[in-house]
Structure formats: structure tokens, C-alpha cells
């Protein structure tokens, strides 16, 4: 197919238009996905350092097992 095919085909609302729908609908899954990954290692990294004042004894369990809750959704 050549480049000026191509072209044709594209400028086409019939074939343009479920192109740009499923374009988006993958950018928005991407974005949604790393969004994802970001909150976890966020949530991750902030239970390890909990975890590691707890360990030298600046917070008591108690007080790490409190702030751990704050953050959860409740659904």
C-alpha cells in the first residue's frame, strides 16, 4: 500500500473515526494503568518506611498500624 493510499484511507470518516475512538480508548487504559503502578509503589514505599521507624523504635506498632489504616479506601 503507498503512502498516498494510506492518506486516502485516513482522511475517510468511516474509517477515521473508530480510529481516533479506539486510539483514545487506549491512551486512556495507559494512563489509567501507570496511574495505577505510581499509586502502588507510592503506597508500597510509604509502608516500608513505617515499617522502618517502627523498627528503630521512633513509633510504636500501634501508632504505624493507625497511620497503615488512614490511607485504605473504603469501598
Not at 470518516?13 to 501507570?34: C, E, K, N, Q, W
Given at each position: 500500500?503507498?503512502?498516498?493510499?494510506?492518506?486516502?484511507?485516513?482522511?475517510?470518516?468511516?474509517?477515521?473515526?473508530?480510529?481516533?475512538?479506539?486510539?483514545?480508548?487506549?491512551?486512556?487504559?495507559?494512563?489509567?494503568?501507570?496511574?495505577?503502578?505510581?499509586?502502588?509503589?507510592?503506597?508500597?514505599?510509604?509502608?516500608?518506611?513505617?515499617?522502618?521507624?517502627?523498627?528503630?523504635?521512633?513509633?510504636?506498632?500501634?501508632q504505624?498500624?493507625?497511620?497503615?489504616?488512614?490511607?485504605?479506601?473504603?469501598?
Amino acid at each position: 500500500m503507498q503512502i498516498n493510499s494510506i492518506g486516502d484511507v485516513l482522511q475517510n470518516r468511516d474509517v477515521l473515526t473508530p480510529i481516533l475512538i479506539f486510539l483514545g480508548i487506549v491512551l486512556v487504559v495507559l494512563i489509567r494503568s501507570a496511574a495505577g503502578v505510581i499509586s502502588s509503589i507510592a503506597r508500597e514505599r510509604t509502608r516500608r518506611e513505617i515499617a522502618a521507624f517502627i523498627a528503630e523504635g521512633a513509633m510504636s506498632p500501634e501508632q504505624g498500624e493507625k497511620l497503615m489504616k488512614a490511607g485504605e479506601k473504603h469501598t
